[in-house]
């Protein structure tokens, strides 16, 4: 065996060799290219391997498809064995029962979650028709009223009992009574013909409901965790939140929203976090206080605060806004809003429709009648048809009648007037009128009809000296108005409105400079026409303090500002603004909302429906009523807790001027006198008092803000002074020049940036009427 072996061996070896040597013989006799040609016909081509890996491919997805095919049709066919089952099952007129409920559900859809949760016995439910869906109560009483309209149909379609047997009736009415949901689906159903898919989507729909509308309760704020630090900004979008359809806020929830139809601001400066006794430097500062508890632990001046503490158990800090060395005025914070999109996009527009307005006419500067409204103007009635009469003692410019020749050219007249304060309220003292020349064509003293309680001499320059044996009155003053200014006339002034009540008188054409030109803050800030003239006529008016006002000289500024204006380019003496009135907010909203300012400066209620000049907190008690009862917004500012901030100091008072107990004040607050503990309980008193009756006066479901807009300021104020006085010496003399205790160095400056951040911090209270 082992020689066959080898020699079988051998014989393999033998032939091994034979061919290697043939291929080696006739590698040889062929060329390189052939060799080449041959090696590639050997080799697969790309394209051959490319169409291989296309059939592969092509024959998965052919699997695929048939096998998707295969299960389709094989759950088509389940289907319809359980359809032909539950036909069987039911009576021969379930197709008019289906057609009656499909009538009865055909009003009314809800949306259906397919991919949610269901039992294994309602799978194949998934691929039903979507199934109209009611409350459960709807639900229930149609299904009674299917069986019952039903019934009274089978009797009277086979008419006798003769031709159908009592069980046949019987039968088919139980049948159509099945609602169209229940007999198209084929699922098991409750007592009240609902399935337990139906009863879970009822209850998703009924959780959206609650959702829209909130429930039923009655409207609540519910401040969230970790937002409890508030901002002056917040307060402020809570308003326009309540009153308008912006987005829900981030730091509050606000229950119920819908049924709040009127907000109360009541601004009360003068309150502060250390009278309740906040450590602002605690790491819980923050959050909110239920203030009351601290009172009992710690006593003091804000035990008098008896009614904010059992209506308002819950105090908040709030953030005034500003730099390291300065604090931006709250009020403008809070009645001051971003623009929106559109209102930017149209301001946009005007701006470039004017510049490419190739004549510069006084025409371009006149108000709207939506600026006349919202600044308060007295409004001819043929603009405005809505109005009322105009009240005895009133007057209006009388419309020219139309014609076919072009009208005049209108020329322009500045107009000043000087005022006192009488028992009636504010009353003419004195008008002037300044032609386009700058010429003086009526300057006349008056009279006014009441007896003077203030000349207001620091404004109006006017003493009883001067007005001794004047005569002339307001009658004769409109008499005589209508010589200079008709319907071709443009009035110019600064805050005109308040010259053209005084005046009585309603003119359709007002150019103000107070609106033309801007403040750099923007509104609700108008400039001062004494920075105006100042800023772009070099001119220096209003100067002497003693004498007051000129109301030749106001008026002039006024005329010259407007045709300096008319000269430049568009945008002189304007700012880029972001910013509008809350109270043009409100009005502009789809639902336009009105507003009420009530306060003793009317600055910032420029644009509200309504201004209400108030002379005490008393005056802003009794306008509250009134006015939330025709507006939606009311702002009201209390000041008698203001001498918490100090007492403005006794100054000798001229001839026939009454001693200003400091409402209108404008002495700052760093030269005021520290009040005692008796003084500042008063004024918590009075003020806790003045809520009451304001909030006890307010329709349910009102929305209430109390705030403070700001801490304590006066030590900001005494050291801004102090920086200001030192600003002043440094730019004339030498550091070494200056008295060591008027410097204002680093450390100073870092005692100012301490005193504004606490200053800062002021306080709020929310709550709704119930």
């Known amino acids: 065996m082992g020689a066959d072996k080898k020699r079988k061996h051998s014989k393999e070896e033998d032939e091994v060799k ?37 059939r592969e491919v092509k024959e998965k997805k052919s699997k695929k498809e048939k096998k998707e095919k295969k299960e389709k049709k094989d759950k088509k066919e389940k289907k319809e064995r359980k359809d032909k089952k539950i036909a069987k099952s039911d009576s021969s007129d379930d197709e008019s029962s289906a057609s009656s409920s499909r009538t009865l559900l055909s009003d009314t859809t809800v949306s259906v979650d397919m991919n949610m949760d269901i039992d294994e016995d309602e799978d194949e439910i998934s691929t039903a028709p979507i199934v109209p869906m009611l409350s459960a109560a709807d639900i229930i ?21 003769d031709q159908n047997s009592e069980g046949s009736q019987k039968a088919a009415a139980e049948g159509a009574a099945k609602p169209f949901y229940v007999a ?196 001819p009635r043929y603009l405005d048809p809505s109005l009322p009469e105009l009240k005895d003692g009133w007057i209006e410019t009388p419309k020219l009648p139309k014609t076919t020749l072009s009208p005049p050219p209108k020329k322009m007249i500045a107009m000043d007037c000087e005022m006192c304060r009488t028992k009636a309220g504010q009353e003419l003292t004195r008008v002037t009128l300044i032609d386009e020349a700058g010429k003086t064509v009526y300057d006349e003293l008056v009279m006014p009809e009441n007896p003077i309680l203030d000349y207001l001499t620091q404004y109006s320059g006017m003493t009883a000296v001067r007005l001794n044996g004047v005569t002339t009155r307001l009658a004769e ?172 100091p006794l100054v000798e008072l001229a001839e026939g001027q009454i001693a200003d107990k400091g409402r209108l004040s404008k002495v700052s607050s760093g030269d005021k006198i520290q009040a005692s503990e008796e003084e500042i309980r008063q004024g918590l008193r009075s003020v806790d008092k003045s809520i009451e009756r304001i909030v006890e006066s307010l329709p349910p479901r009102t929305a209430v803000i109390v705030t403070s807009g700001q801490g304590d300021h006066r030590e900001v104020s005494r050291l801004q002074q102090r920086q200001k006085k030192f600003m002043e010496l440094y730019k004339t003399k030498h550091l070494s020049e200056i008295p060591k205790e008027e410097h204002f160095l680093e450390a100073d400056e870092n005692l100012l940036a301490k005193a504004v951040e606490v200053a800062k911090s002021g306080v709020c209270f929310l709550k709704i009427k119930q």
Request: aromatic share 6%; charged share 30%.
């Open 18 to 54: 034979k061919a290697k040597k043939s291929r080696s013989s006739s590698s040889k006799s062929t060329t390189p290219v052939e060799s080449v040609a041959v090696e590639e016909q050997d080799r697969p081509s790309k394209k051959t391997k490319k169409e291989k890996k296309d």
């Open 141 to 161: 009483a149609q299904y009674k009223k299917a069986k019952e309209s039903k019934a009274q149909v089978v009797v009277a379609s086979n008419g006798s009992s």
């Open 184 to 379: 198209q689906m084929g699922a098991k159903v409750d007592e009240n013909g609902l399935t337990r898919k139906e009863r879970r989507l009822l209850k998703i729909k009924q959780k959206q409901m609650d959702r829209k509308s909130e429930g039923d309760g009655e409207p609540a704020f519910n401040i969230k965790a970790g937002h409890e630090m508030l901002t002056l900004k917040d307060l402020r979008d809570l308003i326009v939140f309540i009153l308008t359809e912006t987005p829900s806020l981030p730091w509050v929830e606000v229950k119920n929203k819908f049924k709040i139809d009127k907000v109360v601001m009541i601004y009360v400066s003068g309150l502060d976090p250390q009278l309740f006794h906040i450590n602002l430097q605690s790491p819980d500062a923050h959050k909110a206080v239920i203030w009351g508890e601290r009172v009992e632990k710690n006593k003091g001046v804000v035990t008098e605060l008896d009614y904010l503490r059992w209506n308002f158990e819950q105090v908040n800090v709030v953030k005034a806004t500003g730099d390291k060395f300065r604090i931006h005025s709250p009020t403008n914070t809070l009645l001051s809003v971003p623009l929106s999109n559109s209102e930017k996009m149209k301001r946009e527009k005007e701006k470039k429709a004017a510049k490419s307005a190739k004549n510069r006419k006084p025409e371009n500067f006149m108000m709207t009648l939506e600026e006349l409204r919202e600044n308060s103007f007295p409004i």
């Open 477 to 648: 003053v409109q008499e005589k108005l209508k010589e200079f200014v008709d319907y071709n006339t443009i009035l110019v002034g600064h805050s005109l409105e308040n010259d053209m009540k005084v005046l009585k008188l309603a003119h359709p054409f007002i150019i103000d400079t107070s609106l033309v030109y801007h403040h750099t803050r923007g509104p609700p800030y108008r400039p001062g026409l004494k920075w105006l003239a100042q800023k772009w006529l070099q001119r220096q008016i209003q100067a002497n303090l003693e004498r007051g006002h000129d109301s030749a000289e106001d008026a002039l500024a006024c005329m010259d500002l407007i045709k300096l204006k008319l000269t430049k380019p568009v945008g002189f003496g304007e700012y880029e603004q972001d910013q509008e009135s809350l109270f043009s907010r409100l009005q502009r909203f789809n639902n336009p909302k009105t507003s009420v300012l009530i306060d003793s400066d009317a600055f910032a209620g420029q644009s509200a429906t309504t201004t209400v000049r108030t002379m005490s907190d008393e005056e802003v008690v009794a306008a509250v009523p009134e006015a939330i009862k025709n507006h939606n917004f009311v702002w009201a500012r209390l000041r008698d807790i203001e001498i918490n901030h100090g007492k403005v």
